[in-house]
């Protein structure tokens, strides 16, 4: 299966060196997943990305020391090549005008009816996690 991590400073105040805390858990989710990785935040309203087809403890996530939240994902792949980086984890998506990004934990079993009962637009995007 896969792992996520993250955190949310509810301190309001930088930390130094967050990204090591963010490197630190890609690290131990790795017993999870070790195909790819990937976390996201949002910097001054951007919402960033950085995801790769390897494990996280071969990836250096960096982030500013001010970074309030990060989500993160370590995969072990059931459908879909992670060496295709679009198939890893975060998933940007958008619900009208805001940004956002998805991780997932599990398997969908059903995610091809899905698609076709709620008409869901056709991507290059080959995981259940996606749907």
Do not use: W
């Not at 090591?20 to 990937?38: E, H, P, Y």
């Not at 890893?88 to 969908?108: D, E, S, Y």
């Amino acid at each position: 299966m896969c792992c996520l991590f993250g955190f949310y400073n509810y301190s309001g105040k930088s930390i130094g060196n967050l990204s090591k805390l963010t490197n630190s858990l890609a690290v131990q989710a790795t017993v999870r997943g070790t195909d790819a990785a990937g976390i996201a935040y949002n910097d001054n309203n951007k919402l960033i990305i950085h995801k790769e087809p390897k494990s996280a403890d071969k990836i250096t996530f960096k982030h500013p020391d001010n970074t309030i939240c990060v989500t993160g994902h370590t995969r072990h792949s059931t459908q879909g090549s992670y060496k295709k980086n679009y198939n890893n984890h975060p998933f940007p998506g958008r619900c009208q005008n805001t940004k956002f990004a998805l991780t997932h934990n599990g398997v969908l079993m059903n995610d091809r009816e899905l698609k076709l009962q709620y008409h869901l637009p056709r991507t290059k995007v080959e995981t259940d996690s996606h749907v």
